[in-house]
């Protein structure tokens, strides 16, 4: 099973969170990814927009499918990747590195406390299987 990064916190929607401060970078797992195959496209609000918890904020496409993506926490989008518009394939070559999708300020920080830990998802990931 792949090592997950474990300065991050993750949803049962494969996507996860680097926390600091009041800010979230947020991306898709590597088991995202392994299950997406080769990313064509992603979609993600614009600057400025507010997203909810476990809410649509997004898609991401690859050439088996479409899926939708859910912020782990609420808050209000500062940054988006602007690389992934011409490079989305930096998800597949380094999801938690250059493939990250957007920076949110996080609006309620107890939203965070029922994101996973490493371990739980990797526990989470072998219900999975």
Not at 35 to 58: F, H, K, S, Y
Request: glycine share 6%; charged share 25%.
């Amino acid at each position: 099973m792949a090592q997950y990064p474990g300065d991050l916190l993750y949803t049962k929607d494969h996507e996860w969170a680097r926390v600091d401060g009041d800010r979230a970078r947020i991306g898709v797992t590597a088991y995202a990814v392994e299950q997406l195959g080769d990313i064509t496209l992603v979609e993600l609000p614009p600057v400025g927009e507010d997203v909810q918890a476990q809410e649509r904020c997004g898609d991401i496409e690859s050439v088996k499918t479409v899926s939708e993506l859910f912020a782990p926490v609420s808050g209000e989008v500062l940054e988006v990747n602007q690389d992934l518009e011409d490079s989305p394939e930096l998800i597949n070559e380094a999801p938690y590195q250059t493939g990250w999708l957007m920076v949110v300020r996080v609006s309620d920080p107890d939203e965070l406390s029922s994101l996973m830990d490493a371990a739980a998802y990797e526990e989470y990931l072998g219900t999975l299987e």
